[in-house]
T-cell receptor, first 113, second 113 residues
């Protein structure tokens, strides 16, 4: 079946540091890939997505590239801010008869001033 | 604001009881998904409805059921509640196209005592 593996946290960085959160997936065919973010006490917000190989999703300074050869979708940001502190979820949607999301376990990011 | 609404925000009830969670999707979205978020299981897909009909089932217990009404709002019914059912329950809606992202509501936090 489909699965998503993302690096375990927590990840603690200083403001303006470089961020990478690794995500790899297992799925047949060509899934769509997503990063969602969950701020404390809130629901999930879509951060970025990519729907085919070599696509780069980007939003709010975050980027991730769909790498089919390595089945990866790593999240990066060049300079994190305190306001980026949240839980980040990598997810995939396989399509077909339904588009349910399969999530990784989430990575807690804390950015200190 | 994702445009997806969920009520109630919090629910505290006793073991053995029954509760109903409500979700209204974004305007124009025909699909509603229910997810459960718990510390031990992470984010798990429960069930999907599309335009009033059940489309897919995930890890949903037999004590749980859902439906989608003609106005497209959905209800998740949880019965014979157990302590282990305490979790955040999210509803999401989408336009069902490959790569179509899901928009999440703020969630209902259920506490079973």
């Amino acid at each position: 079946g489909n699965s998503v593996t993302q690096m375990e946290g927590p990840v603690t960085l200083s403001e303006e540091a470089f961020l990478t959160i690794n995500c790899t997936y297992t799925a047949t065919g060509y899934p769509s890939l997503f990063w969602y973010v969950q701020y404390p006490g809130e629901g999930l917000q879509l951060l970025l997505k990519a729907t085919k190989a070599d696509d780069k999703g980007s939003n709010k300074g975050f980027e991730a590239t769909y790498r089919k050869e390595t089945t990866s979708f790593h999240l990066e940001k060049g300079s994190v801010q305190v306001s980026d502190s949240a839980v980040y979820f990598c997810a995939l949607s396989r399509g077909g008869s339904n588009y349910k999301l399969t999530f990784g376990k989430g990575t807690l990011l804390t950015v200190n001033p | 604001d994702s445009g997806v609404t969920q009520t109630p925000k919090h629910l505290i009830t006793a073991t053995g009881q029954r509760v109903t969670l409500r979700c209204s999707p974004r305007s124009g979205d025909l699909s509603v998904y229910w997810y459960q978020q718990s510390l031990d299981q992470g984010l798990q897909f429960l069930i999907q409805y599309y335009n009033g009909e059940e489309r897919a089932k995930g890890n949903i217990l037999e004590r749980f059921s859902a439906q989608q009404f003609p106005d497209l709002h959905s209800e998740l019914n949880l019965s014979s509640l157990e302590l282990g059912d305490s979790a955040l329950y999210f509803c999401a809606s989408s336009v069902d196209t490959l790569g179509g992202e899901q928009y999440f509501g703020p969630g209902t936090r259920l506490t079973v005592t």
